[in-house]
């Protein structure tokens, strides 16, 4: 079994799409997140996984507003990443009715925060996000290289007690062309955290090679919008 879950991402309080994470290849697909929220979460979806991209851009929650109505209206569950570098900022997330915070940047950059927000809201509502362009982790909204290997930052998270993680392949990510199947079975084979990816997935059979792989979510955006991949189809299929 591996669950689905829909991505939605907002920047200017739309929802887009971007690719490769450049901030200019953007692809507006509403102009009212809540909307895709809803229509998501009739096809069943149990979780929704939503980035604001403006905040991973600026380091803040720029978005809060448009998620926390969103919480407050779906009965999906809500896992929240972008901008959160804090631990105030992971409260307020977790005070509007998140049920899992996504961290990145400060993951590796402020190991006090993130040990920090472990211990405030627990192992389970955190999910560290390792985003890599070639093997290498990058930061800021995928805009900064650091110069550590996803090996290396997987390694320190779980030692700090991180116990799920979410690996995305930024040359993959809005592409429609394949996931990094490879990079994906080097992260699940070298940790024992709970592996969320993201990344390249364009048709149901990538879905079914991904549980077999062994992860424990994928996560799918442009592939939902395009109708490449029927959500409702999706979930049965991998039940």
């Known amino acids: 079994m591996m669950e689905v879950i829909p991505a939605i991402d907002i920047r200017a309080g739309r929802c887009v799409r971007l690719i490769q994470g450049d901030y200019s290849k953007e692809t507006i697909f509403a102009d009212n997140p809540m909307e895709m929220a809803i229509k998501w979460e009739s096809e069943g979806a149990e979780y929704l996984h939503i980035i604001d991209l403006d905040g991973a851009k600026e380091g803040s ?17 809500i896992q ?84 799920r993680c979410m690996y995305t392949d930024i040359l993959k990510d809005g592409t429609l062309s394949e996931p990094n199947y490879a990079g994906v079975e080097n992260v699940v084979s070298s940790t024992n955290m709970k592996i969320m990816a993201a990344g390249g997935i364009a048709a149901l059979s990538q879905l079914k090679r991904m549980s077999i792989v062994g992860v424990e979510a994928t996560i799918v955006g442009r592939a939902l919008y395009t109708g490449d991949i029927r959500l409702r189809q999706a979930i049965d299929e991998l039940k």
Not at 61 to 77: E, H
């Open 61 to 77: 929650a720029v978005n809060m507003d448009v998620i926390s109505k969103i919480c407050a209206d779906s009965a999906a569950r």
């Open 80 to 163: 929240v990443g972008g901008g959160i570098r804090d631990y105030e900022t992971a409260a307020r997330y977790m005070d509007v009715g998140v049920s899992r915070v996504i961290m990145g940047t400060s993951a590796v950059d402020r190991t006090d925060e993130l040990e920090r927000i472990l211990k405030s809201i627990g192992a389970e509502s955190l999910v560290v996000s390792v985003d890599a362009r070639e093997g290498i982790v990058a930061l800021d909204g995928w805009t900064r290289e650091s110069r550590m290997t996803v090996e290396t930052v997987v390694k320190n998270i779980e030692a700090l007690g991180v116990k």
